[in-house]
T-cell receptor, first 115, second 113 residues
């Protein structure tokens, strides 16, 4: 199993550009989520999904869109990049937390810089 | 919504000393509580979790945490620090089995030789 994979690892955008961060998992997990990590603020939940076709907003959803057409994939779209979206983005997946001894599996992260 | 407060953004201990990282939570329902560790330039890895049952939870690498409902706390401890424990540690709370998980701001642990 590859676990949770994220592409790209690094990205530089100009203000106003759009892009999609890719996330895929091969563990047949129903639950997937996107976080951003900023210094001194920990991880903040952007969007999450409890299954294909079902998504919901987290703590900081503005400026981001998601969709979940398959169990495996959960892409994050930046509609019009802003410097405030400069961050490290993590994708995660899991089974139900009470049944999984591993909690959420995290991807390696995407480091995004918006100029 | 649920929230987590980690007391101390940076903790420094000597090798062999006790490690204590503090976490307090807020939740309107019985919470699920987690500690994750992050090594430089890596994703997060689960150390331990509390769901139900025994309030003292043992995790990997010799860490343990105790759920204290009366104090709304879930502090992480390790009796003897090792150099390899140097990392950033995050406490997290969830009000359900899946869904909205909230993380604390993190505590960076430094271990001095």
């Amino acid at each position: 199993n590859a676990g949770v994979t994220q592409t790209p690892k690094f990205q530089v955008l100009k203000t106003g550009q759009s892009m999609t961060l890719q996330c895929a998992q091969d563990m047949n997990h129903e639950y997937m989520s996107w976080y951003r990590q900023d210094p001194g603020m920990g991880l903040r939940l952007i969007h999450y999904s409890v299954g294909a076709g079902i998504t919901d907003q987290g703590e900081v959803p503005n400026g981001y869109n998601v969709s979940r057409s398959t169990t495996e994939d959960f892409p994050l779209r930046l509609l019009s990049a802003a410097p405030s979206q400069t961050s490290v983005y993590f994708c995660a997946s899991s089974q139900q937390v009470t049944s999984s001894p591993y909690g959420q599996f995290f991807g390696p992260g995407t480091r995004l810089t918006v100029l | 919504a649920q929230s987590v407060t980690q007391l101390g953004s940076h903790v420094s201990v000597s090798e062999g000393a006790l490690v204590l990282l503090r976490c307090n939570y807020s939740s309107s329902v019985p919470p699920y509580l987690f500690w994750y560790v992050q090594y430089p330039n890596q994703g997060l890895q689960l150390l331990l979790k509390y769901t139900t049952g025994a309030t003292l939870v043992k995790g990997i690498n010799g860490f343990e945490a105790e759920f204290k409902k009366s104090e709304t706390s879930f502090h992480l401890t390790k009796p003897s620090a090792h150099m390899s424990d140097a990392a950033e540690y995050f406490c997290a709370v969830s009000e359900g089995e899946v869904g909205d998980m909230r993380f604390g701001a993190g505590t960076r642990l430094t271990v001095k030789p």
